[in-house]
């Protein structure tokens, strides 16, 4: 069970899979919401920058059943670039799992990549 917020976010749009077996934004049947993100005064240096990265990605794992990992940001990964800010996201446990979470810039689209180790298991835009 996940006791995360629920989160009145938009469905994330253009899911493209590498594999049927991994889906961002969790198991959920009513389709992929993106959860709570991070406002602007959440910290005094860094909210602004932080701001619209998701607080957390669970992450759906369907080769044995249906199992929700949940990936929590790894602030020492955030960078800022011109067109773009990036974060990974890693799960709490040990796991080959990680999400990578681009953010562009002029249209503050998201671009969600989750990995086994360094194999790309899917795609989601939006």
Not at 27 to 53: I, M, V, Y
Not at 63 to 89: H, K, N
Request: proline share 9%; charged share 20%; aromatic share 12%.
């Amino acid at each position: 069970m996940n006791s995360q917020p629920e989160s009145s976010a938009a469905p994330i749009a253009n899911n493209s899979f590498a594999e049927e077996l991994v889906r961002p934004f969790g198991c959920g049947a009513s389709g992929e919401r993106a959860p709570e993100t991070f406002s602007p005064d959440w910290h005094p240096q860094l909210g602004a920058r932080l701001s619209g990265f998701p607080r957390y990605v669970p992450i759906c794992i369907q080769e044995t059943g249906r199992l929700e990992v949940i990936c929590w940001p790894d602030f020492a990964t955030f960078f800022d670039e011109p067109d773009s800010r990036q974060m990974m996201y890693y799960p709490a446990e040990e796991s080959a799992i990680s999400v990578r979470i681009i953010i562009g810039a002029e249209d503050g689209c998201w671009r969600v990549f989750a990995y086994r180790d360094a194999d790309l298991l899917s795609v989601a835009e939006g």
